[in-house]
């Protein structure tokens, strides 16, 4: 019986450490649950980050990608006949203004220069004789031996001969000078484009030799849409940047085409480049043409703009609570609008998240 009486005892004792282990449990999980749950306030919250709106210069502006031509590109030609003795520059070489590119003979001019200077020593000896003549002749008129007629005879003879005589001195001098052609130099400074002639060549006056591209004098032609065509202008400020070189070059409108292209209902832009080595002659050009300045514009981030069915609106935050403002928008640029009407220009509006608002909801703000 005794037995009996301690095996309950021991029963009921273990009864109720379980029960107590077990209201233990219950309330730790209980009191898990309720850190979990999370804040009313926070379900009721949308996660937003804002921005101050501010003011700023916002250029406006139209682009467009062109292609650069050289202006300064000669083809260097023979002055003279005669053949070719050597060619001293070649295709891709740098070359310097009066740097000497090829040869050519110039033997004939030897031979002409001398058959000249015969000549005006033949002329100078007839001459010198002519001039004796004169004086005796006028010595006999003097005395009345001749009549004067006489001696306005050898006089004309001696006027004759000295015409003749700068005649052939001049011929001297055009042979010195086309024979100093022979040496054919650049005409600026530039790189070889194209060899056209060989050694052993014979050229005529004005057969090309060479062809030099120059850098100094770039020119871009940029087509505009014949929409804007009434806003470009000469003068107006043109930025540009090309593939060959990461400067960006600013200019101006030098002239516009008058015609509109017919196969592309364009208007051609016409802006100078100078002394840029990095510009090349052929390459594209992606020009901005500045057309004027807004200042004191009020430009918000792209994502703060939400279309509803009132229009586009943004959402001021005030007090943590989210407003909303239909606003009017303008230009696009660099990931901001410009906002003509519906905001003053010293308001919070939202950004990220500005998606997910509607009016008078509540919003906690991401530092």
Not at 6 to 30: E, P, V
Not at 168 to 187: E, L, Q
Request: hydrophobic letters at 40%.
């Amino acid at each position: 019986m005794q037995k009996k009486t301690l095996t309950a005892h021991h029963y009921f004792s273990r009864l109720f450490i379980s029960t107590l282990i077990g209201l233990s449990i219950s309330a730790c999980s209980k009191d898990k649950a309720e850190d979990a749950k999370p804040d009313a306030a926070n379900l009721k919250s949308t996660q937003i980050s804002v921005v101050k709106v501010d003011t700023k210069n916002l250029s406006l502006y139209e682009e467009s990608v062109g292609t650069l031509e050289g202006v300064i590109d000669p083809t260097v030609a023979a002055e003279i006949a005669a053949r070719v003795l050597k060619v001293l520059v070649h295709p891709g070489q740098t070359v310097k203004k009066g740097e000497t590119i090829a040869l050519l003979d110039g033997s004939d001019f030897g031979y002409q220069r001398q058959e000249s200077q015969s000549e005006v020593a033949r002329i100078e000896a007839l001459l010198a004789n002519q001039s004796r003549v004169v004086e005796r002749n006028r010595a006999l008129v003097d005395k009345n031996f001749i009549s004067k007629n006489a001696l306005d005879d050898v006089t004309t003879q001696q006027s004759a001969l000295k015409q003749q005589l700068a005649g052939a001195k001049s011929r001297i001098a055009t042979i010195n000078h086309n024979g100093s052609k022979n040496r054919v130099v650049s005409p600026t400074d530039g790189i070889v484009e194209k060899q056209l002639v060989a050694t052993g060549d014979f050229v005529r006056v004005g057969d090309p030799i060479v062809q030099i591209i120059s850098k100094k004098l770039l020119r871009a032609h940029i087509p505009f849409p014949e929409h804007i065509a009434a806003k470009l202008k000469p003068g107006l400020t043109v930025i540009m940047t090309t593939p060959t070189s990461p400067k960006e070059v600013r200019s101006v409108i030098n002239e516009l085409k008058p015609q509109i292209v017919a196969n592309s209902r364009s208007i051609d832009v016409i802006a100078d480049i100078r002394d840029e080595a990095d510009w090349q002659p052929g390459a594209s050009v992606n020009a901005r043409v500045i057309l004027g300045d807004r200042p004191s514009a009020i430009v918000v981030p792209e994502q703060s703009i939400v279309l509803r069915p009132a229009g586009e609106v943004v959402y001021e935050i005030v007090n943590n609570e989210a407003l909303q403002r239909v606003v009017k928008t303008g230009l696009q640029q660099n990931g901001g609008i410009e906002i003509l009407e519906g905001l003053n220009g010293n308001e919070t509006i939202a950004v990220d998240g500005a998606a997910f608002l509607t009016d008078k909801a509540k919003v906690n703000i991401i530092k």
